[in-house]
């Protein structure tokens, strides 16, 4: 199923990147004016890939290449066994049973007709198997999710596939170090600073939002964004929390939405919303729209992501864009993103979480430093710019 997508243009950013960034891009696009591209993976909402997707495609649309991007056609039975695979990659010790192949494997060969292109990016696994019916193009693998410690049941059932790949892209070296052994690229993700999830907001509009959700404003908030999954730990959070408020009164704000390639959502919505039981300071938020996300994340005094595993954890980029003080822990792609104690804090346990928490609101103006250098870490490394550019290295070493 083809994606629409929203038209964007590359020079609304030399605002932001200067002029300079702008013409390297263009620069480079001069010999690959044309080249067919395709995306493919498995949702076109909820999520980092298709959060990244909405604007990577339009702008390479922008620059001259025949960008596309499609998603897999598939059934719920499908989702449920890719969020096993998904969960069994992350090092979750949990069954693949041959049904669970089969369903897989199924669902993989009727979406293999991807149609004519030159390069075929085909994002995380859900959607690997398709290579096996490959005619014509480089095949390239981006992984988007934190393969460090996985279950090696699950990386021997899809490695004779990820590795008729011509290349793979990973965020981080250790991902890449047991499930793929040819090219590697190591490119990390990045948002889009004039989406409707990171433009500037103005304060009236900020308050609206919070309004309509009746937050009080006057009030510390402390805000984790992520869907509504075990990796994310939001039981965590909440611990965390209850230490906090102890010492200083403030409200927690837990905001997640149900991508439709997550069936687990639901179920641990539930389980979250019985284990805040009906404290009054731990609000949760579900569904909100990019600017609400917006606004919340602007209206924190604090960020956290707490995940067990994180690829990447485009909430830690997004928050630290606007200047926020992010509290996260220590795993996956998240310290490529922060540097501890000098643009965010990286936390080992709950407990640090908490102690970090309560030293950044009784410290404001070393939450303002931190904010400040948060966001010039994602000026410099982690904005579509950068992302587009390394797309363009690759792509030109792929032809
Ligand atoms: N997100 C959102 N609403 C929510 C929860 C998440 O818009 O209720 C967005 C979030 O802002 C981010 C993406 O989904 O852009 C999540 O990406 P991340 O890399 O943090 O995690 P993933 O979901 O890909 O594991």
Known sequence: MRVNVARKSIDEYKNIVGNEKISEIKEKTKGMKGLKV??????SFGGGVA????????????????????????EDDFFEVTKTIHNGLQGMEVDLTEKMKKIYLET????????DYDIFIIHDPQP?????????????????????????????????????????????KEFGNNIYDGKRFYIAPSIDPLSEKNRNLKEKDIENVLSKYKIDMDIPIITQVSRFDPWKDPMGVIEAYRYVK?????????IGSMANDDPEGLYYYKKIKKYA?????????????????????????????????????????EAMWKEKPVVATKVGGIPLQIEDGKNGFLVNDTRECAEKIIYLLKNK???????????????????????????????????
């Open 38 to 43: 395709l995306h493919f993976n498995s949702t």
């Open 51 to 74: 959060e990244m997707l909405h604007s990577l495609v339009p702008l390479m649309k922008d620059i001259g290449i025949d960008a596309e991007w499609k998603v897999m056609d598939a």
């Open 108 to 115: 993989n060969k009727k979406n293999s007709d991807l149609g």
């Open 128 to 172: 690997v198997a398709v290579i096996k019916f490959k005619e014509r193009g480089k095949w390239v693998w981006r992984c988007h999710i934190d393969t460090s410690k996985s279950n090696r049941k699950f990386v021997e059932f899809l490695k004779p596939y990820i590795s008729e790949y011509d290349a793979s892209i990973f965020t981080i």
């Open 246 to 254: 102890k010492k200083i009164p403030s409200q927690l704000i837990l």
């Open 277 to 317: 039981k009906n404290e009054r300071d731990i609000i949760l938020l579900t569904n909100l729209d990019d600017i609400e996300v917006n606004a919340f994340q602007r209206a924190s005094d604090i960020v956290v992501q707490k995940s067990l595993r994180e690829g990447f954890g485009l909430t830690v980029t």
């Open 365 to 399: 103006e070393k939450a303002e430093e931190i904010g400040e250098k948060a966001r010039k870490t994602v000026k410099d490394k982690f904005l579509i710019t950068r992302h587009i550019l390394d797309y363009l290295r690759l792509m030109e070493e792929l032809m």
